[in-house]
């Protein structure tokens, strides 16, 4: 009796084990004659680093990055920031992002590490070229840095 109760247990055991999950994605719902695929959504983000930026006696320095691929059809981005690196002795300066739209946002920036968050961009789609463009308000400002885009997606 004990062998056979062990081997209902071991068996029981396998079958769930082997047993797939299902997730929001795969589940379907029918009608008459369609299948309705459960929408997919959630957030993400990419990073992008920039090196060294030299802008002297306010010639604007540019650096251009691609986003790389977005998850989703539909994307939405929630958050910009900008986490600049300042040499010592650096001036002032302003400090543009451009977004693949071609909208643009300014801020004058100081001369301490700091990270800047642009509003400007909320609800546009995250995929495409970007470019930071530092202008220095001095003879020069040398800025480093990187730029985290946040963003909520859908299928």
């Known amino acids: 009796m004990k062998r056979k109760l062990s081997l ?12 797939m999950p299902v997730s929001a994605a795969e589940v379907e719902s029918h009608t008459e004659d369609q299948v309705v695929v459960a929408a997919t959504s959630g957030s993400s983000y990419f990073n992008k680093s920039f090196n060294t930026v030299n802008s002297i006696n306010g010639n604007a320095a540019v650096r251009q990055f691609s986003s790389g691929s977005c998850l989703g059809n539909t994307r939405s981005i929630t958050k910009v920031s900008v986490t600049c690196r300042v040499s010592t002795g650096s001036s002032r300066y302003y400090l543009t992002v451009v977004a693949p739209s071609g909208n643009s946002s300014t801020i004058l920036a100081g001369t301490n590490n700091t990270t800047y ?6 609800g546009e789609d ?4 970007w470019y930071i463009i530092v202008e220095s308000l001095g003879a020069v400002t040398t800025v480093s840095g990187s730029m985290r885009v946040e963003y909520n997606y859908s299928y």
């Open 8 to 19: 209902f247990l071991v068996l029981t055991l396998l079958c769930t084990l082997f047993v």
């Open 117 to 122: 968050t642009f509003t400007a961009f909320n």
């Open 126 to 129: 995250p995929k495409g070229d």
